[in-house]
């Protein structure tokens, strides 16, 4: 039963670098979210997804891509990385709309340099 | 739209109660309580749905005004677990159908002995 699954854990990128951030989960849900955590702010909201193929924006979209292929997969991709986006990342995922639980991923810790 | 959470901080001595506070300007959906311990990932607690409805297990009950957009989380008789950084959740429509499921800045609560 491995829920929602990152990865990696750890990374440091160069900044002008790009990557993808992996998440993945097995428990068929169709929300699925990104957010941020910087120390002293919270969990900013990044992209969400309420299906395959249906991505929306969060509060902090610009710098991040994301695609929902499948209902399992839903990978974050960072184009030309800044220091701004050191951050810890999480993945989160829920069954459907309105009061249920979301699950959260261990999060990626990005350091941009 | 980040939800307003208060106090930042709080300390605790064993066997005190606390209360933090959850507020929104939008129309809320549900509020969402999790718990976060340092390093680890957030933890869900509770949902509660808007009408006015208050839930607990053991000593953490939380209660949710809709009519004020405002949901209140209380700790009673504290235990050192208790400790980390707590979080509301506030799900609000985003207008095409599908509901965005923000963060608080959270409240850090420390339980001493």
């Known amino acids: 039963n491995a829920g929602v699954t990152q990865t990696p854990k750890f990374r440091i990128l160069k900044i002008g670098q790009s990557m993808t951030l992996q998440c993945a989960q097995d428990?068929?849900?169709?929300?699925m979210y990104w957010y941020r955590q910087d120390p002293g702010m919270g969990l900013k909201l990044i992209y969400y997804s309420v299906g395959a193929g249906i991505t929306d924006k969060g509060e902090v979209p610009n710098g991040y891509n994301v695609s929902r292929s499948t209902t399992e997969d839903f990978p974050l991709r960072l184009e030309l990385a800044a220091p701004s986006q050191t951050s810890v990342y999480f993945c989160?995922?829920?069954?459907?709309?309105?009061?249920?639980?979301?699950?959260f991923g261990q999060g990626t810790r990005l350091t941009v340099v | 739209q980040q939800p307003v959470q208060s106090p930042q901080a709080v300390i605790l001595r064993e066997g005190e109660d606390a209360v933090i506070n959850c507020s929104s300007s939008k129309a809320l959906y549900s509020v969402h309580w999790y718990r976060q311990k340092h390093g680890e990932a957030p933890v869900f607690l509770m949902i509660l749905l808007k009408g006015g409805e208050q839930k607990g297990h053991e000593k953490i009950s939380a209660s949710f005004n809709e009519k004020k957009q405002q949901s209140s989380l209380y700790l009673t008789a504290s235990q050192l677990s208790y400790s980390g950084t707590y979080f509301c959740?506030?799900?609000?429509?985003?207008?095409?159908?599908?509901?965005?499921?923000?963060f608080g800045k959270g409240t850090k609560l420390s339980v001493i002995p």
């Open positions: 989160a995922s829920s069954y459907g709309q309105g009061a249920t639980e979301a699950f």
């Open positions: 959740g506030t799900e609000t429509d985003s207008g095409a159908g599908s509901y965005q499921l923000t």
């Open positions: 428990m068929n849900h169709n929300y």
